[in-house]
């Protein structure tokens, strides 16, 4: 099928603390949808069957509860009611935002996703009801090509937003298309944890994602691109991801991921959007991981000269890493419960400093998770006390094999080379107890290669 996804750098509120009137609101939310309205007519014309859009796309960030107010539509998060916004204008007040959106899906015969704010009153017999007497939710909505309203879904791991409220209880949603078959959506922060994102997928046996988000890099293991196909890998499935587009706050990448190929947009550089438009396959069978490589074992001759452990933070965790010297080698780094093991030989060889490193223990910072990683990184200098830096150019080519006893199932294999670019692994899976990826020559300089765990029972 054609999917298309939207990087939108938003118009912005000068003052998103201010109050303003619905009508000042709807001016600005109105130029967002401007630029949409003409997304969606390119990649209609492209062949396109649907769209996603970005989290935050439409009204921007950095609201107070009271301040976003005047920006939020009024949408019923019910399955009983049938309701096309475009045809049926008049059913509910303070929907425009809904309405222009479900012509847009119908005028060009598009299933079209997108994220807005939404409110909902509710009774104080509630005992979720905030003291306003009103619920107000990141919502995501998905419209068929008909303009109906086919799911909502609110989002459940909030990342610093205090104008939200998370949902009473997770919303597992997904609506159904002629053309693929069932999708699922989640929201930015959601991907990291398992309610709801994991939960949909393994409970409907989910193979087409949906996944508007806003998101800042954080390299060397969270660039959005990175993570986006590092899921799609993991859970051999199809991601539709939107990112917004405002790289003075480190926000760019979007992309179309399959488990085999990624068709990515990722530019600190320029302003402006993106629309990318694909042809991907509709995955239906469960691929199967290649297992045949068995990984080789540290060896134990004893007389070798072990390379020196050193900390450093990575990700503001406290990495344990041994440096990856010379030409080829042979290494392992443990910490708690968890050890890593690495081969490698240097095709293309520099003076750059890479170091593999071990983490398992509670992040704490930006959100509480707990997270088992085995991380190949090239440093930011030739000083240990760099590595763990952002670093976004290499030129090494590195052959490796990489793997950890990790204890949990849920692992993403991240793989990114020189300009924030992405590679595939030649092989990757379990063998005896140890998930392991391997790589003969990557495409361009080696950034990061990692295998980034997420031990949910822990969080």
């Known amino acids: 099928y054609v999917a298309a996804v939207y990087e939108h750098e938003s118009i912005l509120s000068p003052n998103p603390t201010a109050l303003v009137d619905r009508q000042s609101a709807l001016e600005l939310m109105g ?21 996603v859009f970005p989290e935050d796309g439409i009204h921007g960030f950095n609201f107070t509860r009271s301040s976003i107010y005047p920006y939020l539509d009024f949408v019923l998060h019910s399955h009983s009611v049938k309701w096309n916004p475009c045809r ?9 935002v809904l309405q222009r959106l479900s012509c847009m899906a119908l005028k060009n015969k598009i299933f079209l996703v997108a994220n807005l704010g939404t409110k909902q009153p509710c009774e104080c017999t509630d005992p979720h009801c905030p003291p306003d007497g009103r ?8 419209f068929n090509d008909d303009g ?4 909502t879904y609110r989002k459940q791991n909030l ?20 053309f693929a078959g069932k999708f699922g959506m989640f929201t930015c922060f959601d991907i990291l944890f398992f309610e709801p994102a994991v939960n949909l997928i393994r409970q409907y046996n989910l193979k087409q994602v949906v996944y508007p988000t806003a998101w800042m890099n954080q390299l060397p293991l969270l660039s959005a691109v990175e993570f986006q196909q590092a899921f799609a890998t993991a859970f051999n499935i199809n991601v539709l991801a939107a990112n917004i587009h405002h790289p003075s706050l480190g926000m760019t990448g979007s992309g179309i991921y399959t488990p085999v190929k990624s068709f990515i947009y990722h530019n600190m550089e320029g302003y402006g959007g993106k629309l990318i438009v694909a042809e991907i396959p509709v995955i239906t069978a469960d691929y199967k991981t290649n297992l045949e490589k068995t990984p080789g074992r540290v060896s134990e001759k004893g007389n070798e000269q072990l390379p020196p452990l050193f900390y450093a933070e990575m990700m503001y965790d406290n990495f344990t890493f041994v440096p990856v010297w010379g030409e080829k080698g042979e290494l392992q780094v443990c910490a708690n419960t968890l050890c890593c093991y690495l081969n490698y030989r240097k095709a293309v060889l520099s003076d750059e400093l890479y170091a593999l490193g ?24 030739l000083s240990f006390s760099t590595c763990g830096q952002e670093v976004t150019d290499a030129t090494a080519v590195i052959d490796f094999q990489l793997w950890g006893n990790m204890s949990t199932p849920y692992i993403f294999p991240l793989l990114l080379t020189s300009g924030i670019t992405l590679d595939f692994a030649d092989h990757m899976g379990w063998k005896n107890n140890h998930y392991f990826i391997s790589k003969n020559r990557t495409s361009s300089g080696l950034l990061t290669a990692a295998l980034y765990g997420r ?3 822990k969080d």
């Not at 049926?88 to 425009?96: A, G, I, S, V």
């Not at 619920?135 to 998905?142: C, G, L």
């Not at 109906?148 to 799911?151: F, G, I, Q, R």
């Not at 071990?358 to 200098?381: R, S």
């Open 135 to 142: 619920y107000q939710f990141n919502t995501n909505v998905a």
């Open 31 to 51: 130029r967002n949808l401007d630029i949409y309205e003409q997304q969606v007519v390119a990649a209609a014309r492209q062949g396109a069957q649907i769209i």
């Open 455 to 457: 031990w949910y029972e």
């Open 159 to 178: 990342y610093f937003e205090y104008a939200f409220d998370t949902p009473p209880e997770p919303d597992y949603k997904l609506f159904d298309t002629p």
């Open 148 to 151: 109906m309203l086919v799911a």
């Open 88 to 96: 049926e204008p008049y059913l509910f007040n303070d929907t425009e």
């Open 358 to 381: 071990v983490f398992d223990g509670l992040h704490t910072v930006h959100g509480t998770y707990y997270v088992q990683a085995c991380a190949l990184v090239k440093c930011g200098g």
